[in-house]
């Protein structure tokens, strides 16, 4: 258990479908991300929350919206999804974005199927 | 460019000593870290380096090198439980991570 909790664990949708990724972190942190994870390759941060503000978002297409409304919640919208975003997406935390040891806490992510 | 480079897979015997390898190149450097996935589940941290040296916690230990641009993640006695993937991720000058593509230790008995 990280204290990052995501929902739903897995996701089939097709491509006129609308979803929501929910995440809850239950550390008290200041700063909530959202990571793409495709197979063999690396991490790829999509968007980043400090103190509820958009701080990144690295050339995400459209049809991500994500949504912070608290410190402790983070979600992301999905819709008009294209069968290439099939990935797994993590959402993570951690306490002092922009320091140098910054650990992240994961949650255990949202397998996504785009038919 | 940015860039880290980590072998895909490697293959160990349950009580040996395996080495995991990870260059970086990045846009400065604030430290490197390591995680380990285990299949379906969440990444979670393993070690932090950000001076020269040799960090030990346990069976695990990580070394860098700046000069070199180069880390090893060191794992000792291995258990079965230790087949899982290990990231490798720098953080550049901007506090950015830059992540490796994950390396997938098998652990065979």
């Known amino acids: 258990e990280t204290g990052v909790t995501q929902t739903p664990r897995h996701l089939v949708m097709g491509m006129t479908n609308k979803k929501s990724l929910k995440c809850e972190q239950h550390?008290?942190?200041?700063?909530m991300y959202w990571y793409k994870q495709s197979a063999k390759k690396p991490l790829e941060l999509m968007f980043v929350y400090n103190f509820k503000e958009q701080t990144e978002n690295n050339s995400v297409p459209s049809r991500f919206s994500p949504e912070c409304p608290n410190s402790s919640h983070l979600f992301l919208h999905l819709h008009t999804l294209q069968p290439e975003d099939s990935a797994l997406y993590l959402c993570?935390?951690?306490?002092?974005?922009?320091?140098?040891?910054?650990?992240?806490?994961f949650g255990s992510g949202t397998q996504l199927s785009v038919l | 460019g940015q860039n880290i480079d980590q072998p895909t897979e490697m293959t160990a015997t349950e009580g040996a000593i395996v080495q995991i390898n990870c260059t970086y190149q990045?846009?400065?450097?604030?430290?490197l870290f390591w995680y380990q996935q285990h299949a379906g589940e969440a990444p979670t941290f393993l070690s932090y380096?950000?001076l020269d040296g040799l960090e030990e916690k346990g069976r695990f230990s990580s070394f860098l090198s700046r000069s070199k641009g180069y880390s090893y993640l060191l794992l000792k006695e291995l258990q079965m439980k230790d087949s899982a993937s290990y990231l490798c991720?720098?953080?550049?000058?901007?506090?950015?991570?830059?992540w490796g593509a994950g390396t997938k230790l098998i652990i065979k008995p």
């Open positions: 550390l008290g942190h200041n700063a």
């Open positions: 991720a720098s953080m550049d000058s901007n506090y950015q991570l830059i």
């Open positions: 993570a935390s951690s306490q002092d974005p922009g320091t140098g040891n910054e650990k992240l806490f």
């Open positions: 380096n950000v």
């Open positions: 990045t846009s400065g450097f604030n430290g």
